[in-house]
């Protein structure tokens, strides 16, 4: 059984940098042709690529998020984690960590497992 597990804190200041930590069990991110995501859902909105890292290491992330952001892997831990910068308050959302066999990350009905998400607040 293949779980994912996002980890790291509630609350971040405006303009510091939210880290958050996804911990796999039952599956190796390294597996070929598996693309490990981050996706978001601020609160009444729909849900937000944020950028993926694939078995081999490479990373791909949303254009409008690219700026800010960075993943990276631990596949001693066979952890993956995203960094965002200069958070706002727009930042607000349920954390996702995903996996996928589908080069496009935008079809949300291709990953077959879930994180059970994380609530990152964004707040002084």
């Known amino acids: 059984q293949v779980q994912l597990q996002e980890s790291g804190p509630g609350l971040v200041k405006p303009s510091q940098t939210l880290s958050l930590t996804c911990t796999v069990s039952?599956?190796?991110?390294?597996?070929?042709?598996?693309?490990w995501s981050w996706i978001r859902q601020p609160p009444g909105k729909g849900r937000e690529w944020i950028g993926y890292?694939?078995?081999?290491?490479?990373?791909y992330y949303s254009p409008s998020l690219k700026s800010r952001s960075s993943i990276f892997r631990d596949t001693s831990k066979n952890q993956f984690t995203l960094q965002l910068s200069s958070v706002t308050p727009e930042d607000t959302a349920v954390y996702y960590c995903?996996?996928?066999?589908?080069?496009?990350?935008?079809?949300?009905?291709?990953?077959?497992?879930w994180g059970q998400g994380t609530q990152v607040t964004v707040s002084s």
């Open positions: 995903a996996r996928t066999l589908d080069p496009n990350p935008l079809v949300y009905d291709e990953y077959d497992y």
């Open positions: 039952g599956a190796s991110i390294t597996t070929n042709y598996y693309y």
């Open positions: 890292i694939a078995n081999d290491g490479s990373t």
